[in-house]
């Protein structure tokens, strides 16, 4: 079945980069997603990848896709404060656009 | 817009009693989806609705129904609730030629005793 799998937890000291990683299963997925979550809140879509691109970057986000291996990450540069949060990683069913799955969250701790 | 809302934002039922959750959008999205956030299970779907007048199974939908009479609101209905059911509850809208583009709102937190 698909099964989408990252790290739960993650701490980086302020101003470096972060990195966020998924594997995901559907070989036949046509976008990834990266979701934040800031305490108390919804889900905010940060950047979404195709799944024939490499590399996609948006300012301090860059994603990385290997399709090979099925894995995803999710670089920020320079990370602040305010990058804390819960990042979600997802991915379409096959050609079912109605139907994402979502990772269980990697929660990123900013250290002073 | 306000984009997506929910109501109520926070609920605490008994066993065996009923409530409706409401999501509403403005953003006149032809797809809406109920989601249940679980601690370490990520974000799981529950229903989902591609037009006014459909729903359709997600992947946990034993215990809810939903219905979608305008295309604007989508209601996920909980008939006799059970501890189980104590999780926080997303609603999110798409376009359907932009289902990576889905919209969420506040949540809504369910406890259900």
């Known amino acids: 079945g698909e099964d989408v799998e990252q790290s739960l937890f993650l701490s980086v000291r302020e101003g470096d980069s972060s990195v966020i990683n998924c594997t995901y299963t559907?070989?036949?997925?046509?976008?990834l997603y990266w979701y934040k979550q800031e305490p108390g809140a919804g889900l905010q879509l940060l950047t979404y990848?195709?799944?024939?691109?490499d590399m996609k970057q948006d300012q301090r986000l860059t994603v990385l896709l290997n399709k090979k291996d099925k894995h995803l990450s999710l670089r920020i540069a320079d990370t602040q404060t305010g990058d804390s949060a819960i990042y979600f990683c997802a991915e379409n069913v096959g050609n079912r656009d109605d139907k994402i799955i979502f990772g269980k969250g990697t929660r990123l701790h900013i250290l002073p | 817009n306000a984009g997506v809302t929910q109501t109520p934002k926070f609920r605490v039922l008994k066993t065996g009693q009923s409530m409706t959750l409401l999501c509403a959008q403005d953003?006149?999205?032809?797809?809406m989806y109920w989601y249940r956030q679980d601690p370490g299970m990520g974000l799981r779907l529950i229903h989902y609705s591609v037009g006014e007048g459909t729903t359709a199974k997600g992947e946990v939908p034993d215990g809810y129904n939903v219905s979608r009479l305008k295309k604007q609101n989508f209601l996920l209905g909980l008939e006799s609730a059970a501890p189980s059911q104590t999780s926080v509850y997303f609603c999110?809208?798409?376009?359907?030629?932009?289902?990576?583009?889905?919209?969420f709102g506040p949540g809504t937190r369910l406890t259900v005793t």
């Open positions: 990848i195709f799944s024939n691109m």
């Open positions: 953003m006149n999205h032809e797809y």
């Open positions: 999110a809208s798409s376009l359907p030629d932009s289902t990576y583009e889905q919209y």
């Open positions: 559907d070989s036949s997925s046509t976008y």
